[in-house]
């Protein structure tokens, strides 16, 4: 069974940075694909942004493009978003996901992780 952590949320002002970190247990990311979905209130989960497993070619939501970068740490089991210049739109609950499969569907992904809270204030 994969587990997946994330950290790294928190509140930040407007135009403000922050990075979210997600470990997977036994090594999981070597193996799998990684990405990054939100959910603000009372909205669907969506799409963020993911990354292939191999060869490092990264997809991204078009809300985010440009401001938020995924990156990944195989040996390290470890997939990142560092996200720039945020937004009060960008606040949500943000979840780690791993699949064999590059997706942008949530229900295509068997692993999640607890999510972490972004907060950006106006």
């Known amino acids: 069974q994969v587990q997946l952590v994330e950290s790294g949320g928190g509140l930040v002002q407007t135009g403000g940075s922050l990075r979210l970190s997600c470990a997977a247990s036994e090594g999981a990311f070597s193996n799998y694909r990684g990405a990054w979905f939100r959910q603000a209130p009372g909205k669907e989960r969506e799409f963020v942004a993911a990354?292939?497993?191999?060869?490092?070619?990264?997809y991204y939501a078009d809300s985010v493009k440009g401001r938020f970068t995924i990156s990944r740490d195989n040996p390290k089991s470890t997939v990142f978003l560092q996200m720039n210049s945020l937004e009060p739109e960008d606040t949500a609950v943000y979840y780690c996901a791993a699949n064999t499969a590059i997706s942008r569907l949530s229900h295509n992904y068997p692993y999640w992780g607890q999510g972490t809270q972004v907060t950006v204030s106006s």
């Open positions: 990354i292939n497993r191999s060869d490092g070619i990264t």
